[in-house]
């Protein structure tokens, strides 16, 4: 078995000329070789933004890039069958697939309603500014393109709770109708964080729970996908997907590996939503993120505090690890990049060490063209040490401020495998480190090629390991 890692093969601002399910299938058995063994696939359904929707300004769930939706009938991405086709590719090379499901509001409806509704603050939703009154709202989907094909499900106000544009005043200001409540168990930020964009979907209604698990089944029948990584779980109730996920599971008799993006630095938050879930779904380890993402502006950062309040120290077999994603990339609301000198170095703490399930970002790997990022050196060498040297008990040097390390005794099942990584925010540094009796007398390199005296280990099975300043030291045999 290879370590499990995953790879986001999407950016923000990526120009894929509506191909890039062709590109992921063609580039299959390459993410293979590299030790990619799951893939995070964008949305694939009809946005607001036709052929340019990234896929969170969700339209049709129903429509995979087959019907002649928002001025186009392939989306971003491509067509259905170029989708479906993508996904055995993928399969067959090994590697799981992922759809990104973005349940939590709709946009671009069909046609206006005129309802009653109430005002409400922007700084706590809780909190009602105004009397009652009839605003015009974009809440009714019909989807004529579509013409009832897979769903005749027809969405109107009832469905929704809330909206944040009155085109009656053309008045920008959250709304809730009439005789609505907000979702309970959501983020507490704001009040209450149910709302978040578009005509928000009111998961108390009935209709809407049912269409949604009709919808899952439809989805996972069509695709075949192995899991799921949802968006914005924070403003959806972890009571709906506790049970939607659980009622597709026993459907379908699969794993269906579940990952949500609940975004906070708060890692008390991320228990509470897992537990409401009965520990359904695992979530990315955005505390992780922030503080990679200070390390990476703070030279004096104390590296030995670098797992401090992160869900991987926690509760590491619900942490999925990442380095940066679409939303900290830069011109994006959360942007919150890694600085490229610590970028490396926040690889091997995701994809070294044995906790947390990695998940690699496609603009490091390849590039982002639109901010001048270039792919980062030394990432698919960190890919291939997770893929073949990984394994095996860990030891853990987290003890100096400035230079930590850990080793991985390595096990019988990887030939050679076992390693010692040694990182350094400061200055040039050596550390002495157990990595196993089996490596006593043994040689090791370091494989990112920094250093290129070769360290022996000595009859008990420690070594002096060494690093240059701000950079990382990978030794194997």
Known sequence: MLNGTIIQYFEWYMNCNQ???????KDAPNLAKMGI??????PAFKGIGGKDEVGYGVYDVYDLGEFDQKGTVKTKYGSKDEYLKCIKELQKCGINVYADIVLNHKMGAD???????????WGNHDIEIAKQEMVKVATKFTFPGRNNKYSDFKWNWTHFDGIDYNMAKGENALFKFKDKNWEKIVDEEFGNYD????????????????ECKKWGEWYLKLTNVNGFRLDAVKHISAVFYKNWISYLRKLTQKELFTVGEYWSGDVQKLHKYIEKTEGQISLFDVPLHYNLNSASKDVNYDLTTIFNNTLVKDNPTKAVTFVDNHDTQPGQALESFI????????YSI?????SGYPCVFYGDLYGIHNNDVLPLDGLRKLL???????????HDYIDNRNCIGWTR?????????????LISNGGYSEKRMYIGKKFANSKLIDAMGNIKEEVTIDNDGFGVFKVMEKSVSVWTK
């Not at 995701?350 to 044995?354: E, F, G, K, N, W």
């Not at 291939?384 to 860990?394: P, T, V």
Request: no cysteine.
């Open 19 to 25: 191909n890039l399910w062709n590109e992921v299938a």
């Open 195 to 210: 709302y978040l964009m578009g005509a928000d979907i009111d998961f108390n209604n009935n209709e809407v729970r049912e």
């Open 339 to 346: 600085d490229r000198w610590f970028k490396l170095i926040a």
């Open 37 to 42: 063994t799951a893939i995070w696939l964008p």
């Open 111 to 121: 046609y206006i309603q005129t309802i009653p509704a109430t005002k409400v603050d």
């Open 384 to 394: 291939e040490l997770r893929s073949k040297k990984a394994y095996g008990n860990q």
């Open 350 to 354: 995701i994809l070294l060490r044995d």
């Open 409 to 421: 005794e390595g096990d019988e099942k990887h030939f050679d495998s076992g390693l010692a990584v």
